[in-house]
């Protein structure tokens, strides 16, 4: 992938370009949320949202592949260390299993962080440049995935806040020591981006590190507290439904499956 060069600006945010993109990001979360809240209502087999944890990478992974070799690699920004890098595979491991604390995780990052980072975006490249598809489809993936799974499963409880606070902070712990070895910027923990950000607003560095932690910790309660109040909370175990190849059955779960196969009803045990 080529790099910004002196007749590439990088990409512009608030322009017609930028409008059109989030558009297209609100479009798809509404749609896939309401389809989480249908299949919510109705029942869901495992099948669309495995189906979508696969295509996230085969997606992504070609493009970060492409960043790691050697005619595109650059210290600062080619290695997967960006909230943004992880989060595709967080997505990919909530949309497979279904479990609360991912999808917890989740929802913060992706509805927060990179959400952000999507409304002011520090990007080098512009359209056809493969890094720029790689960061509006990485992106656009993981928010449309948070928003179907809380959808679908639920929120997060208080043990999914302070889980993911601790990864988190965790995460900022080592990156903010390899920035300091390698001399990068990752997280923008180590300086604020060229672009207008939020970060703009929250002081000097490393002062704005510090007050970023906080305000992340009150949005993210505040983001908690409805699902808590509400008692829709994503389970760490939840029940994985199986489709039912019999025309006309309705989808069963897995235990009622189980149950079936040994001839006794779903729900009670086959007496011996």
Request: hydrophobic residues 50%; charged residues 15%.
């Given at each position: ?240 439904e199986v489709p039912d190849r019999s025309a006309g059955a309705p989808v ?21």
């Amino acid at each position: 992938m080529a790099g910004k060069g002196p007749a590439d600006p990088g990409f512009e945010a608030f322009t017609a370009e930028h409008a059109v993109l989030l558009v297209l990001l609100a479009a798809g979360a509404v749609a896939l949320g309401l389809l989480g809240a249908r299949q919510r209502r109705s029942g869901v087999d495992v099948r669309f949202p495995r189906a979508f944890a696969v295509v996230i990478p085969v997606f992504t992974v070609p493009f970060q592949v492409l960043q790691l070799l050697p005619g595109d690699f650059t210290l600062g920004t080619s290695l997967p260390l960006q909230v943004c890098d992880l989060s595709w595979l967080v997505a990919v491991y909530a949309l497979w299993t279904r479990r609360g604390r991912a999808i917890a995780l989740l929802y913060y990052w992706a509805l927060v962080l990179d959400m952000q980072a999507a409304v002011t975006p520090s990007l080098g490249q512009t359209f056809p440049d493969p890094r720029y598809f790689m960061f509006w489809g990485m992106h656009f993936l993981t928010i449309w995935a948070a928003v179907y799974l809380v959808c679908l499963s639920g929120g997060p409880d208080w043990r999914g806040y302070r889980f993911s606070m601790a990864v988190t902070a965790a995460w900022a712990v080592i990156v903010i020591a390899f920035n300091a070895v390698a001399g990068t910027n990752y997280g923008y923990l180590a300086r604020k981006p060229e672009t207008s950000s939020l970060l703009d607003v929250l002081g000097p560095w490393p002062a704005y590190v510090g007050v970023e932690v906080l305000v992340l910790a009150g949005v993210w309660a505040a983001m908690t507290w409805p699902w808590v109040r509400s008692g829709r909370i994503a389970p760490d175990r939840p029940r994985i439904e199986v489709p039912d190849r019999s025309a006309g059955a309705p989808v069963r779960s897995a235990h009622e499956n189980a149950a079936r196969e040994d001839g006794a009803p779903a729900g009670r045990e086959q007496r011996r």
